[in-house]
């Protein structure tokens, strides 16, 4: 699997990891008390999984592993084709033609 794939997959699978994650540490209430709030310690493991995913992603850029520039879409894009039916010198392996210049 390509690694945005994985970290979509992460992304929405979260709230159920955290939910599983503090499970063993919830109290059974006693009648007539409220059940305890883990809201703090959840926002905590929220934001460190949200760090996480940031460095993910930015290790996953050094890598280049992203597509981020031009040249990583190249294959979806038509060659240009002039109105004379030539293409581009550089796609045909040479620079500017003799006495263009």
């Given at each position: 699997m390509s690694c945005s794939v994985l970290l979509r997959a992460t992304a929405h699978a979260a709230p159920t990891f955290a939910t599983a994650a503090f499970a063993p540490f919830g109290t059974t209430?006693?009648?007539g008390q409220a059940p305890p709030s883990l809201w703090q310690q959840k926002a905590v493991y929220?934001?460190?999984?949200?760090?996480?995913l940031c460095v993910g992603l930015w290790k996953c850029n050094n890598?280049?592993?992203?597509?981020?520039?031009?040249?990583?879409?190249l294959a979806f894009r038509d060659p240009p084709v002039f109105e004379d039916g030539g293409q581009v010198a550089y796609l045909r392996g040479g620079g500017l033609p003799q006495g263009s210049w």
């Open positions: 209430p006693k009648p929220f934001v460190c999984q949200v760090g996480l890598m280049g592993l992203l597509p981020t520039h031009e040249s990583d879409w």
